[in-house]
């Protein structure tokens, strides 16, 4: 069932709006202002309305099901969340206002700050970065900083394990900074010789995800960062897996000279389409200095009294402004709110049972799913959509079936180093009776793999649209909603 374009609804005449008698004279708008004969569709309130949230049902949401969307912490977002962020006092404060006027926003600005670090192992942590990758582009080039006041200017080449996140290497590329691919060894760890090889006075640094992207806690993380810091080089981490991680290890105290959260994924505000993200950079104390400017600082101490004042400085060897005015502020108030309705205890059952639910579905599918790297893994692991009695069957039709379970695919085809891979990240926030439901619904595909194809292969059958021309829709994209005959260009 294709739903009706909003022009399709449309009726001459009607109207959603009703304005009041003018009180003052009307005149005529100036020739040249408005485009004549602009297609609008004509429709009452109530017809918008049920077009419009119509629509919005058609989504897979977190709000509507299961979403074990591996590499993206896809968590539920709890709803106190959007109370906080919604309050007068945040929501209308404009960011060019004095600092005085601003001490609420401000001490919530330095809250997260001192969350994030203490939560890392960090003395500095800047707000500014609008998402993971734009993280890592503010950690390389504070990395590259700090290597040129150094005098030491021959640093360009990054390592970036094959494991690691497309936007790993796109960073380093952006920061002109040079890519050099480390291979994992057959436990899915980096490998050490492979490492070893490229360790010398040019390497700036590493760029490191720990949990790694096959959900595995890189085994020889303390060897890896020696091996760097042992030849001059900085170690950047990428924190999008810190939900595996909260109050149970710290990677600043790894050394880890420099992290980027991901707001959006471990600390339970919207993303994917529901966004804006926020990515955090937290940094040892080698490298305050050249934070993003402004960060949030007490300016003069409080006492029983009177509160701290809050101020924005500049740290001295600042990269400068990476971001307008202080981040995504709304995010950094949602992700406060849910940091402080979880605690310290709360943040710890959180990375536990994020583990404990990733290694429920590991066992109880891996006699099912070849699972390549099958140790005891974090918050996610991989497995392999794809059997030799079945060679018609690839993850993508195991994922586009899945839908019709009413479950969101897992990531598929990535990390790249597992064939037809599908990365599975249940979270948390899941129930036991979830999981179960996901489970079992992997178990049918798998026998239909084999006993009915064709099923796979045709799905999904029970969503809105069935599946995709993706060709067709790469070669011919509608990008505009149009009327039907203006559609064809
Ligand atoms: C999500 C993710 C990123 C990028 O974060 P964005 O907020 O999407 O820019 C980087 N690395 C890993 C491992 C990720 O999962």
């Known amino acids: 069932m294709i739903e009706p374009l909003i022009y399709e609804l449309s009726s001459p005449g009607r109207e959603g709006v009703q304005l009041p008698e003018a009180d003052v004279p009307q005149t005529e708008f100036p020739k040249g202002l408005t485009r004549e004969g602009l297609p609008l569709p004509e429709l009452s309130e109530i017809d918008v309305m049920r077009h419009f949230v119509r629509l919005s049902q058609f989504n897979h949401g977190v709000d509507t099901g299961f979403y074990p969307l591996g590499s993206c912490t896809m968590k539920y977002n709890p709803k106190i969340n959007e109370d906080t962020a919604r309050l007068p006092g945040f929501a209308f404060s404009h960011p060019l206002q004095d600092p005085e006027m601003a001490q609420g926003n401000l001490a919530l600005m330095y809250g997260l700050q001192e969350w ?243 290694n429920y579905l590991r066992v109880r599918l891996r006699d099912t799913y070849h699972v390549p790297y099958d140790r005891i893994c974090m918050h996610e692991f991989v497995a392999e959509g794809c059997w030799e009695d079945a060679p018609e069957v690839h993850a993508f039709d195991i994922a586009k079936r899945l839908m019709d379970f009413g479950i969101h695919p897992p990531t598929n085809y990535f990390p790249l180093i597992v064939r037809e891979a599908l990365m599975i990240e249940p979270t948390e926030t899941e129930s036991i009776e979830m999981l179960d439901a996901f489970v079992e619904a992997m178990i049918r595909i798998a026998e239909e793999a084999r006993s009915d194809p064709e099923i796979l292969k045709t799905a999904p059958h029970n969503t809105p649209l069935g599946r995709l021309d993706e060709v067709k829709a790469a070669r011919q994209l509608v990008l505009c909603c149009r009327p039907a005959e203006t559609n064809q260009s």
């Not at 339970?268 to 400017?293: C, E, F, N, Q, R």
């Not at 949030?296 to 004042?309: H, K, Q, S, T």
């Open 116 to 358: 994030l670090g203490e939560i890392g192992g960090f003395a500095g942590v800047s707000l500014q970065p609008a998402a993971g990758a734009h993280g890592e582009l503010t950690g390389i080039l504070i990395i590259r900083a700090y290597h040129l006041d150094r005098g030491d200017n021959k640093r360009t080449k990054i390592l970036v394990p094959d494991s690691a996140h497309g936007t790993n290497p796109a960073t380093t590329t952006m920061s002109s900074m040079e890519v050099i691919e480390i291979a994992s060894d057959e436990r899915g760890n980096v490998d050490l010789n492979a490492l070893r090889g490229h360790c010398d006075d040019c390497v700036a640094g590493l760029m490191l995800t720990n949990p790694n992207t096959l959900g595995l806690f890189e085994e020889h993380v303390t060897e890896v960062i020696k091996l760097i810091h042992d030849c001059g080089g900085l170690v950047y981490g990428d924190g999008a897996n810190m939900n595996a991680l909260l109050g149970v290890v710290r990677p600043g105290d790894l050394g880890f000279d420099v992290l980027h959260y991901n707001l959006h994924k471990t600390f339970s505000t919207p993303h994917g389409g529901g966004g804006p993200g926020s990515g955090p950079v937290g940094v040892l104390k080698h490298l305050i200095d050249y934070l993003p400017d402004p960060i949030v600082d007490v300016i003069e101490e409080g006492n029983d009294e009177v509160p701290p004042l809050y101020g924005l400085v500049r740290p001295s060897k600042s990269i400068g402004r990476v971001k307008s005015f202080h981040g995504h502020f709304g995010v950094a108030v949602r992700a406060y709110t849910y940091m402080r309705m979880q605690g310290k205890s709360g943040l710890r059952a959180v990375a536990d049972h994020a583990v404990l639910n990733a």
